[in-house]
């Protein structure tokens, strides 16, 4: 069964405060203590784009798309400076004309930056993996590309600043130059999907932290895993996320502890 919506119930004699749970059959559960648990990417971000509404031509989100095939011989715009931005780009440009457009320029580290050893290994080594980093950041933080050294060299899709306007299939650069263009593909990353604690007003619009280490700092009993930068830079990843499950789960039985 999936749930629909979350709602906060008195607690009758006990005192306590409960979750109202109601499903998708109809039926509803109550519970002392909720972990949402539908992690930070389950909504894609669509930013507003100049001039994107009046956009005669195909828009695609990174979320959609699946092959470089459909888009053979045509004049494309990938939106955003991230990893997928990158990856989709440099696919793409191998069956068309691409460009990347982004605020700022691409930020790059490489994969094995010492001894040939890859990345994650020394973030594990040094202990950046799992220091508590994410309660200081108000969003999620910008992360650098990490390329293996394929994307670099091959050389395209070539990288400009954003677009400053659409008419139709015309899009116009910041230079003045405008062109016909025939496919946007938005790479601009994703927040959580949390619709479904809409009831409670517990976690902010645009990925807003209304938590503290994945526990609510709204709603007593309520926690989360699974999220961006939850704890720390791995709170999101297989690695890291199994930690940060743990945590709360002490936490939570905690909770249901206390009379």
Do not use: C
């Amino acid at each position: 069964m999936e749930h629909l919506d979350v709602a906060v119930i008195g607690g009758g004699q006990s005192g306590r405060t409960e979750f109202a749970l109601a499903l998708e059959d109809g039926s509803r559960l109550t519970a002392r203590a909720v972990v949402a648990a539908t992690g930070g990417f389950g909504q894609p971000n669509r930013p507003a784009l100049s001039g994107l509404d009046s956009f005669n031509g195909t828009v695609l989100h990174v979320a959609d798309y699946r092959a470089p095939d459909p888009f053979a011989g045509q004049r494309i715009v990938v939106v955003g400076g991230g990893d997928s931005a990158v990856q989709v780009a440099t696919e793409l440009a191998t069956h068309a004309r691409v460009s990347l457009a982004s605020r700022a320029p691409i930020k790059w580290f490489t994969q094995r930056p010492l001894g040939g050893k890859d990345l994650h290994f020394w973030l594990k080594a040094t202990g950046l993996d799992i220091a508590p980093l994410g309660r200081l950041q108000r969003a999620p933080a910008t992360m650098a590309v990490i390329d293996d050294g394929r994307h670099k060299a091959a050389g395209a899709p070539d990288r400009r600043p954003m677009f400053t306007g659409i008419d139709g299939s015309k899009m116009t650069w910041g230079d003045g130059t405008v062109e016909d263009i025939d496919a946007i593909v938005p790479a601009t990353g994703y927040w959580p999907d949390l619709g479904y604690l809409a009831p409670l007003d517990a976690f902010g619009g645009q990925g807003r932290r209304l938590h503290r280490d994945g526990t609510s700092l709204t709603q007593t009993g309520l926690a989360y895993v699974g999220l961006e930068w939850q704890r720390s830079l791995s709170s999101a990843s297989l690695r890291g996320v199994g930690r940060d499950a743990e945590r709360i789960a002490r936490r939570s039985a905690a909770h249901l502890a206390r009379r």
